[in-house]
């Protein structure tokens, strides 16, 4: 296994190790760092370990560099950063922890680099490279990290209880080091997270959070939610997941399990999208199944209205995961709503006003959309999912056509209800609404084009039929007005 750094990480490295010797103080590169570039994988984050201070080196070495970064300094955690050439390198004095029973805050003091290495999580991640001239590059290696590496095992540098009672995290880290690098966690590792389960409830939902999203990131993040479930942590940060799994017989039939339909169809996006959110919809979009789950002699199981009661879920979870309430979870929450619409247009002849009205209510939206339905296709019956492709296909050509026709994507009725009001001399009232809900519709459904003089003429009619009188303005006036 080979160290690789590039040379810009080497001239660093040099000039740290210099600095350290003129202060008379060991210091190391460690952690993430190592473990990746033993791997050959990318780092931008890089860990200085010294034995002494750490804010003292990162300063003098600061000002050897040019331009001579700003150094951000954190009193409090003895530690400081900088910024230089596309690198985030930190600076800390080696540590030793201790932990109260009731926190995940250490109790810190100076301590030795064996020290800091003990409080490592992991041992793949309590390696240790010397930058001092005398040693320049040896590897200090007290768990066997690199055997752990070879070997693609993920394992604790002391007795996994005392790891992970005294930062119960490191349970999520696990789980997210073997998603990421499509490790094994070795046994008594991973029956030692079952056993200390419980410790996570100490530990923020932010801090979780973060962790959950980069294994929802990963490659592969069934690797990862198989491993949440099977330790028992997944019941204790997101109970409605683990609702999913299981299979009900009844008369002989069953319905799939929902757990691991989810989690392959999370696989089949992230094939082909890195984004977090579309991600965090295929988690989602069969969350209500157990709420809607009946059973119907003639057509076996039945999960009606699952979109719907799954787009409701969607808020309330995202609140108590202390994901963002902004944009992206309303996003999440409209492929929940209309993953289905899609497949129910293979199933029917595709009319073009399904398809406009797919397109009013998916907007910018429906590239993304049609991603999660196709990746719902889990079946392992190689002609029905060829079969379901086909007409996702179809799906794909009809939207295409008919947008290039009607240009209904984030579109908005030609006839505002200003207009509306203006016209029939009429104050804000649910007359407005009914008035402009019908033109809409009549776009929607073929009736009359999508365009300004047919929507117009359509009103007049709307408010004759509603007895309203309209003002004598003559029709080419108002079409020429807004068209300028």
Known sequence: MVFNIREEERTIFRIIGDTA???????????????????????????????????????NVAYKLRPVPRVVVYKRF????????????????????????????????NGSLEDDQNRRDFTINALAVSLNNKMYG???????????????????????????SDDPLRMMRGIRFATQLNFEIEKHTLDSIAKNKNRIRIVSMERIITELNKIILSPKPSIGFKLLFDSGLLKLIFPEMTLLYGVEYKNGKGHKDNFYHTIEV????????????????AILHDIAKPQTKRYNEKQGWTFHSHEVLGAKMVPKIFRRLKLPMDQ?????QKLVRLHLRPISLTKNDITDSAIRRLLYDAGDDIDDLMLLCEADITSKNPR???????????????LKDVEEKDKIRNWQPPISGEMIMETFSIKPSRTV?????????????????????????????????LGLKSKKIHNSDVIQKNKI
């Open 138 to 164: 040896e590897i200090i290696d007290p768990f066997n990290g690199i055997y752990h590496l070879e070997q693609k095992t993920i394992k604790t540098p002391l007795e996994p209880t005392k790891t992970f």
């Open 266 to 281: 999370l696989d089949n996006v992230a094939r082909k999208t890195d984004d977090l959110w579309i991600r965090w919809a």
């Open 21 to 59: 010797e003129e202060m008379g103080i060991p210091a190391f590169v460690v952690g993430g760092y190592v473990r990746d570039r033993l791997l050959g994988r990318p780092s931008k984050d890089m860990d200085i370990v010294c034995v002494g201070s750490g804010i003292e080196l990162a300063r």
């Open 384 to 398: 029905k999912v060829k079969r379901y492709l086909s007409n996702y296909i179809l799906v794909r050509d009809k």
């Open 328 to 332: 992206k979870m309303k996003f999440v």
């Open 78 to 109: 003895g530690t400081a950063m900088f910024k230089h050439k596309g690198l985030e390198i930190e600076f800390v004095g080696a540590r030793k922890e201790s932990y109260r029973q009731d926190s995940r805050k250490p109790i810190v003091e």
């Open 433 to 465: 609404g009914i008035i402009k809900n019908a033109i809409r519709e009549a776009i929607l459904d073929g009736i009359i084009p999508n365009n300004f003089e047919e929507a117009y003429e359509f009103m007049l009619k709307q408010g004759l039929e």
